[in-house]
């Protein structure tokens, strides 16, 4: 059935809502190649895991939607879907409710297993055997752990006639992620050509020089944060960022491991784009209910999202204060 309805997709017009991470970039590209679409892209204000009915509302001559690897709940999907006239198609390898109102495609692999990344599941859908690109969206969800997932065969599959190891995709990766780390929403679109021309040969993309220097500033700042010890509060430890760029998701996953079993609490005040943000995460055994904050920092009206281990809000600038005393408190409480 899947691949009926992928086929009937072939040469289609679609509006494509997909995440900005390499993921995302990498299996819109796949999507856009091997099904020949002529798309028009978009992808959403980089933080907020929201659907923006005023901007999706602008687009119009698409004869439908896909959201690719944008893990928002499918509530919120059937709501656009009550917004406009076209067939929406979901190629997410998020764990989510079921839908009669729109196409989700299956994101469980032939083990019953969730697929561990969204560029292995449209691959698979396509029929197609991995690709550079396919492996870009595998190293950029897990990072070093795609060593030893069960799909860690596609980093040494045919594609790879260029000898690539771990640590020349972590650099592809990386320049790729550079964008959404400056939140740039308009290169994260563009990118999605340039990784389509980038499968025959990765090589062009170590040209970009935009990339090249985004990416440079980037490990500055992160190796300036990585260099420092951080204070310990609380049974908690607490960093705040003066620098303005969205590495959060960076050093947080570094700091986790650092630290490993212990809560890390990153605050940003003065995130580019106008916004704050703060950023929770553990590795290891997880005793609190990070979905329960999760609620409860909605409930204040600021924009809050995460998994079992790590917690991301968004807010206005001027609720800063406010809603990091509100987190500090909670791991007090709980």
Do not use: C
């Amino acid at each position: 059935m899947s691949s009926d309805v992928i086929k009937g997709l072939e040469g289609s017009n679609p509006l494509i809502i997909f995440h900005w991470d390499v993921d995302g970039i990498a299996s819109t590209a796949l999507l856009v190649k091997y099904l020949g679409l002529k798309p028009m892209l978009y992808t959403p204000k980089i933080g907020f895991y929201r659907l923006d009915l005023d901007e999706i509302l602008g687009f119009k001559g698409y004869d439908s939607v896909f959201i690719v690897d944008f893990g928002v709940d499918t509530s919120s999907i059937e709501s656009l879907k009550a917004e406009v006239d076209s067939e929406i198609y979901v190629f997410d390898h998020h764990l989510r409710r079921e839908s009669d109102k729109i196409t989700i495609f299956p994101y469980r692999d032939s083990d019953g297993e969730i697929y561990p990344s969204e560029s292995i599941m449209v691959s698979e859908l396509l029929g197609i055997e991995p690709n550079f690109l396919t492996v870009l969206g595998f190293v950029g969800d897990l990072f070093g752990k795609a060593l030893e997932n069960k799909y860690s065969y596609v980093l040494r599959a045919g594609w790879n006639r260029f000898g690539f190891g771990y640590r020349d995709l972590k650099l592809f990766v990386d320049l790729i992620q550079s964008n959404y780390v400056f939140m740039d929403r308009r290169e994260v679109e563009s990118a999605v050509y340039k990784l389509m021309d980038s499968i025959e040969d990765p090589y062009i993309l170590l040209e970009n020089r935009l990339w090249r220097e985004r990416y440079r500033e980037m490990y500055r700042v992160i190796n300036k944060v990585m260099s420092t010890e951080v204070e310990r509060i609380d049974g908690v430890r607490i960093l705040e960022l003066e620098e303005k760029l969205y590495i959060t998701s960076y050093v947080g996953r570094y700091l986790a491991e650092k630290y490993r079993g212990e809560y890390v609490l990153i605050g940003v005040p003065e995130l580019l784009g106008g916004y704050s943000q703060i950023y929770l995460r553990i590795s290891g055994e997880n005793k609190l209910d990070f979905h329960r904050l999760i609620e409860e920092l909605n409930g204040l009206g600021v924009y809050a999202g995460g998994k079992d281990d790590v917690v991301g809000v968004f807010m206005d600038r001027d609720r800063y204060r406010e809603v990091l005393s509100f987190v500090l408190s909670w791991l007090r409480r709980a």
